[in-house]
C-alpha cells in the first residue's frame, strides 16, 4: 500500500451535540452531515464521523496544517481556546518528524494535536484550507504487540524502529500520517489524560478499512 492517507475516520462519544458546536463553531470547519445521533466534519482532504455511544470515550489524533501558518493558526487558536501545556510550553517541536506541533482539547476530552509540517507551505490567509488532512490516528489497546504486526501485514509498515514495542509509543505510516498504536494507561503528550481502548474505524484512501473494537481486537476490511 503506498499512503497511509486517511479518507475517513469514525470515532465515538457521549458528547455528539457538544462536539458538532465545537468543530463547526469554534474550529469553524465545514459539517458536511449531521443527524441526531452522529455528524461528520470536513478536515481537508479526511473526514471525521463522531457517533453516539452511551458512555464517555476520547481518543487522540492529530491534523497536518502547513509549517508556514503554524503562529498564525496558534494565534487563531487560542483566540479560541486554550492550549494545553507540557513543562509550561505550549509547543513543541519534533525533530524525527520536522514538525512542530500544538494541543488542545475539545468537549469531549479528545487530545487534538496539530502539526505544522516544515516542508510543507500554503501561501495566503489561514483559512479552512489550512487544515490539509488527519495525520494520526492513535490506537489504544492491550494488545500492542499483535496488532502491530496485524497492521504491518495489513500493509502499513513501522516508522523508526524495527519492532513493536508494546509500552511505547509506535508509529506505523511514512512521510505526515501515521497510526499511533499505544498500550492503555499511558499518559498523552501534553495531557493529564491516560490512553484508554475504545471502538473505532479508519477508511484509508485507497478504499480498505480497519476498525478497532471496545476490547482493543483489530478487523481489516477490502471494500
Excluded at 516544515?118 to 489550512?130: E, I, M, Q, T, Y
Aim: hydrophobic share 40%; no cysteine.
Amino acid at each position: 500500500m503506498g499512503d497511509v492517507m486517511f479518507k475517513s475516520v469514525t470515532f465515538y462519544t457521549d458528547k455528539v451535540k457538544a462536539l458538532r458546536r465545537f468543530y463547526g463553531n469554534i474550529l469553524e470547519l465545514q459539517i458536511i452531515e449531521a443527524m441526531a445521533d452522529q455528524f461528520t466534519v470536513q478536515v481537508g482532504e479526511s473526514t471525521i464521523t463522531f457517533k453516539q455511544l452511551e458512555r464517555r470515550a476520547f481518543y487522540h489524533f492529530a491534523i497536518n496544517i502547513p509549517g508556514n501558518q503554524f503562529s498564525m493558526m496558534k494565534d487563531w487558536i487560542q483566540n479560541r481556546l486554550p492550549l494545553n501545556r507540557e513543562n509550561g510550553r505550549n509547543e513543541v517541536y519534533f525533530r524525527s518528524f520536522d514538525a512542530d506541533s500544538m494541543y488542545f482539547e475539545d468537549p469531549a476530552g479528545n487530545v487534538i494535536e496539530l502539526i505544522g509540517r516544515r516542508k510543507r507551505d500554503l501561501f495566503g490567509d489561514l483559512s479552512v484550507a489550512s487544515f490539509l488532512n488527519i495525520s494520526e490516528v492513535s490506537i489504544t489497546t492491550p494488545r500492542v504487540a499483535n496488532v502491530g504486526e496485524e497492521i504491518q501485514d495489513f500493509g502499513i509498515s513501522l516508522f523508526g524502529s524495527s519492532n513493536i514495542v508494546p509500552d511505547e509509543l509506535n508509529f506505523l505510516g511514512k512521510r505526515d500520517t501515521f497510526i499511533v498504536l499505544v498500550p492503555p494507561g499511558r499518559r498523552w503528550y501534553f495531557s493529564k489524560k491516560m490512553s484508554e481502548t475504545h471502538p473505532l474505524e479508519i477508511t484509508f484512501k485507497d478504499g480498505r478499512k480497519m476498525s478497532i473494537n471496545e476490547e482493543g481486537d483489530i478487523s481489516f476490511y477490502n471494500e
